[in-house]
């Protein structure tokens, strides 16, 4: 059950993991990711493509915007699903022919690449560095010990903040990296808000690596700020998707009103446009909006955190995946901030410099006319209840090849490409 890097994970649980390791995991053998195109042609404003293959085709919602939808589904439900779709001429590409394999084949390249690099070394019990590292997705476990070595390694400017603790009982963990806390301005990074976007917190941990690995030769434009990171947002989640359900999305909190549905999608619990579309009262749903804005413990610790620092605080980031996305609120209307002009402009920039850096392709837009109109967004409500004016949230890689299940040969270009944003952001905050 326990996967990953090391020995460690085998017996690195953390509170919580005990009631996920009596699960029996999920396994996606004899289930396509498809892609449907042009979803909203004009023929089809009456008929709920996305809610009909999920409810009706058992179908599993991987990403869904104004021109596509993509999902998984088992081979079962193909056939009928597949009529469906002939019926109101919807054009289905198959991307792969089986999620399992894609999820094996990460799992499997990222204990190659661990072994490779430890060679035959046994590790010491006594060893004290943490096992961190970007070769493969890594343990909450790990990246918490990571959080901590880091304070004790440089005291004078870190801190460790438990903000919080989950359904779960797990911690929820903030990281500040401050030379003046008092004056500085101050610029926020998550990750981790959807448990399958393994990408995420892996990147999030590299932007922390890349920042305190050498904090002394940064610019100034990076030692003059306050950082604030959660790699992250939703533990109880990533160590489900970890441990039961690779494609899990949002949190593990049970729902009151239907027994066997658990989870909360944390980005539609935010107190902003909460009851606009793009969300679902339904607790089964993956984009489940909650019972009210910030009903769920990470919604509400960051939210509460966040609201006591919002002097100073310029900019807010939020990791996620996939699609290579760099975009700006709003979110929840078909509406653009009033400086969207300066956003737009900011995203520009850090897109020209990945593509220099890496050679990958990010699209720089406002969320709505990309992503589509969801209300509760973290990103949303930085902007709209805090007033934070840098606000960006980055959909990483790919673009659908391999979805949430990217191999993790791709981490350190990925997360270069996070990177990248969180310099330009900065830079643009001068
Ligand atoms: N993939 C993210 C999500 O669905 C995109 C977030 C964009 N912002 C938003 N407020 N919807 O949550
Ligand atoms: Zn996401």
């Given at each position: ?19 996920d ?39 599993n ?15 079962t439900?193909?056939k ?6 002939n ?42 560095g ?5 070769n493969?997705y ?31 009982g ?91 549905c ?27 909006r ?12 960051v939210?509460?955190f966040l ?12 990791y996620?995946?996939y ?26 920039t850090?897109?020209?410099?990945i ?24 990103d ?51």
């Open positions: 059950v326990a996967r990953g890097n090391s020995n460690a994970s085998l017996t690195g649980h953390v509170l919580g993991d005990h009631e390791l009596n699960e029996i995991p999920v396994r996606y053998d004899d289930t396509e990711l498809w892609r449907i195109h042009n979803i909203s042609d004009a023929l089809l404003w009456t008929v709920p493509v996305t809610e009909i293959m999920e409810n009706k085709f058992g179908a919602i991987w990403k869904e915007n104004p021109k596509y939808v993509d999902l998984s589904i088992t081979k439900q193909a009928g699903a597949r009529s469906f779709l019926a109101h001429r919807l054009d289905t590409e198959v991307l792969a022919r089986n999620v399992q394999d894609l999820i094996d084949e990460e799992q499997l390249e990222g204990i190659r690449a661990t072994q490779a690099k430890l060679g035959r070394r046994i590790r010491k019990a006594s060893n004290d943490s096992e961190m590292n970007w493969d890594q343990s909450l476990e790990t990246i918490y010990d990571y959080m901590r070595e880091i304070r004790a390694k440089y005291p004078d400017i870190c801190r460790l903040y438990t903000i919080g603790h989950t359904y779960g797990r911690e929820l963990k903030v990281l500040r990296i401050s030379e003046n806390p008092r004056d500085n301005k101050k610029i926020w990074i998550d990750g981790g808000i959807h448990a399958r976007e393994w990408i995420s917190p892996a990147t999030v941990t590299f932007i922390l690596s890349k920042l305190m690995d050498d904090w002394e030769n940064q610019p100034k434009y990076i030692r003059e700020l306050t950082w604030y990171i959660m790699p992250v947002m939703n533990p109880d989640g990533y160590q489900y998707s970890r441990t039961v359900n690779r494609l899990w999305r949002k949190n593990r909190s049970p729902s009151t009103i239907r027994a066997n658990f989870g909360v999608d944390l980005n539609r619990n935010f107190d902003i446009g909460w009851t606009s579309q793009g969300s679902s009262k339904d607790p089964c749903s993956d984009i489940y909650g019972s009210a804005p910030n009903s769920e413990l990470e919604t509400k610790a939210a509460e609201s006591k620092r919002k002097y100073n605080l310029e900019a807010y980031l939020t996620h995946s699609g290579q996305l760099i975009v700006y609120p709003w979110a929840f209307k078909a509406v653009k901030v009033k400086d969207a002009n300066v956003l737009q402009r900011v995203a520009n850090a897109a020209e410099r593509i220099q850096k890496t050679g990958t392709p990010y699209k720089a837009a406002v969320t709505h006319e990309v992503l589509g109109i969801a209300g509760g967004g973290s949303d409500w930085s902007r709209g209840v805090l007033g934070v004016k840098y606000v960006y949230t980055v959909e990483l890689r790919d673009r659908g090849l391999n979805g949430f299940v990217l191999p993790p040969k791709y981490i350190k270009d990925t997360a270069i490409e996070g990177w990248t944003v969180a310099e330009t952001v900065a830079q643009a905050i001068g």
